[in-house]
């Protein structure tokens, strides 16, 4: 079996891709609704999360998630007069969609379990704290 039919399968469920690391989800998740570019991508998370991926982290994990085919590079551009040259516009594949559904749907399930645990929302400390 040649190296592509091996990526074709490996990328073929997004369960292979599971779970996600923190920084992955949020790089997908500020693709989710708009192509960006790197920096653009680092200030969505940045403000969604209070925490920036610093560019060794983001570009590094962008580089595996376009190998990964997850994500792609953008032929599309902004007008020339709003565009730096030098930006790698990026949006979400299909692929890498149907992988965030996935892990969105592998955390819901795990907060439906800590619901019917009494796990979440977190107890009162005062009320856990006392005899049964």
């Known amino acids: 079996m040649g190296k592509a039919n091996i990526d074709k399968k490996q990328r073929g469920d997004p369960q292979n891709h599971l779970p996600l690391t923190p ?4 790089l997908l998740l500020a693709l989710a609704d708009e192509e960006r570019h790197g920096y ?5 998370v ?3 999360t209070g925490k ?10 962008i580089k595996r998630l376009v190998s990964g085919g997850l994500i792609e590079e953008s032929g599309e551009r902004p007008a ?3 565009d730096d040259e030098r930006r ?19 955390l819901e399930a795990t907060v ?6 009494g796990a979440y929302p ?6 856990a704290m006392e005899p049964a």
């Open 112 to 117: 439906r379990a800590a619901r019917s645990k």
């Open 52 to 61: 920036k991926p610093g560019p060794g982290t983001l570009y590094t994990s």
């Open 40 to 44: 653009g991508i680092m200030l969505e």
């Open 88 to 106: 790698r516009y990026y949006r979400l594949t299909g692929f890498g969609a149907r992988v965030l559904a996935a892990e969105v749907g592998r």
């Open 122 to 127: 977190a107890p009162n400390p005062r009320t």
């Open 23 to 26: 920084v992955t989800l949020n």
């Open 46 to 48: 940045g403000e969604r």
């Open 80 to 82: 020339p007069e709003s």
